[in-house]
Structure formats: structure tokens, C-alpha cells
């Protein structure tokens, strides 16, 4: 879903971000989330401002470290 919002979405000539809900599964360890959004961004030359990333509290308390890496990864990519 991510990849098909991405590719199209007219991001960057109409400069709206997009929000995308990410689920428990692509916060686990097997399911490199952050590896995947940065081939994203780099393949479609999306800007990281574009992207925000939703959570649910449930989805971070399943397994709050794994969920801080993730998320303190995107934010270092300038994900909001």
C-alpha cells in the first residue's frame, strides 16, 4: 500500500504530505520498515517531509523498543 500511495500520489507537485498507518507486523524485527521506506524515498525521489507516519499506542506497547528504533530511524530521515 505504501509503495502504491507513493508512486501514485503527485507528492511533490502538489506538496501535500501523505499520512501512512503502519501496522504491528511492519514494526517487527523481520519487516525492515525503515530499510523499505528509504528505498522508497530514494527510488521515487519523494522528499521525507512528505511522509508522515501514524501509529497506533496499542502497535508501540506490543513492543517498545523495537517500536522507539523505528520510529527515532524515520524521524532522523526527516519523517514526521
Excluded: W
Excluded at 503527485?10 to 511492519?26: D, E, K, M, R, T
Amino acid at each position: 500500500v505504501l509503495l502504491e500511495v507513493c508512486y501514485h500520489f503527485p507528492l511533490l507537485s502538489l506538496q501535500i504530505p501523505v499520512s501512512i498507518n503502519l501496522s504491528a507486523i511492519q514494526l517487527k524485527k523481520q519487516y525492515d520498515i525503515v530499510r523499505f521506506i528509504t528505498h522508497l524515498i530514494e527510488k521515487l525521489s519523494i522528499p521525507p517531509y512528505l511522509l508522515e507516519i501514524e501509529v497506533t499506542e496499542s502497535i508501540l506497547m506490543q513492543d517498545v523498543e523495537r517500536s522507539l528504533e523505528v520510529l527515532i530511524a524515520l524521524k532522523n530521515m526527516g519523517i514526521s
